[in-house]
């Protein structure tokens, strides 16, 4: 059998315009973006400065609506148009600021340089095409390659994702295949033209246990063999903790907490970053009822001069609803900050 790195390189040279040079660093700084919506205009994503190193995982968390998705589609150049605008910030993969590109070249580097997994993958999947038309389109666009020569790319990823007789499956509908299954298709999609940044939102949404686990382990070893740093999305703590090297907390399109890992489930500083540990169902855990946070997110729409979790939070005073937090560190420590007038502590 052929070497798998072997089956998984491009097998023929690049376009006549290729990508922007890029060393697979992805950094966010100070991202302001706008969404105007019929009656009324929202800010989804409120000045996030974040980074993801080559190699490395950074898990995202926080609750439905908190901007987590947005923050993937803004940095992939996937925002609704022409209903939301980036008010301010940067984008840069490398030293590419993605943010200048105009769409053909922005189309280069999608894919082949920064990919994503969608959250859902019956949605993101075309039930009118096979599987293999969608991965063989994918490299097709982004290299000059018989459609033999994509299909046989495609097989071998299809095989290096777990599909069972790739061969076979290659020509299947989405629909004829289970959710595990169509979730590793739309892998094999995403990592067909080795990225060097993924963003996986939610890759094992509405998966079973064991499922989720086969398609968790999945992407930390295509992450180890293609040095391709990634960002999780995800509500579930449980999940970041087994594959995370750092953690980013957001809020109300705000990062309000950032640590590594451990030093984050071990020192919690944000009221909100507690409270998502004792709403996640530990398998320890005694008694039959759930902790919930108390309260809803804020409205958007609407200008939040101090703490937008200042509602929610237990210790909130008044100083907490008139001036947003600075970022701190803890101890002094960089890797560790937060926003939070009256941190938890230890």
Known sequence: MTNRSTELAPTVAESATPEPPSDGRLSVEELWVELRLRRRTVHPINGVTLSVERGETLGLVGESGSGKSMLALTVMGLLPQPFSKVLGGRIRLGETDVLALNESTMRRVRGAQISM???????????????????????????????????????????????????????????????????????????????????????????????????????????????????????DLAVVSQVAQRVAVMYAGRIVEMAPTAELFRHPQHPYTQGLMRSTLAIDRT??????????????????????????????????ADEMPPETARDGDPSHTFRCWHPTGD
């Open 117 to 235: 997994v969608f959250q859902e993958p019956m949605t993101a999947l075309d039930p009118l095409f096979t599987v293999g038309d969608q991965i063989t389109e994918a490299v097709r666009a982004h290299r000059q390659v018989s459609r033999a020569g994509a299909r046989e790319q495609a097989i071998a990823m299809l095989e290096r994702v777990g599909i069972a007789s790739p061969a076979k499956r290659i020509d299947s509908y989405p629909h004829e295949l289970s959710g595990g299954m169509r979730q590793r298709v739309v892998i094999a999609i995403a990592l067909c033209l080795r990225p060097q940044i993924l963003l996986a939102d939610e890759p094992t949404t509405a998966l079973d246990v064991t499922v989720q686990a086969q398609i968790l382990e999945l992407i930390s070893d295509l992450q180890a063999e293609m040095n391709m740093g990634v960002l999780l999305i995800t509500h």
């Open 287 to 320: 008694g039959d009822r759930l902790d919930v946070i108390p309260g809803r997110p804020p409205d958007l729409s609407r200008p939040i001069p101090g703490c937008p979790f200042e509602p929610r939070c237990e210790r909130a005073t008044d100083r907490c």
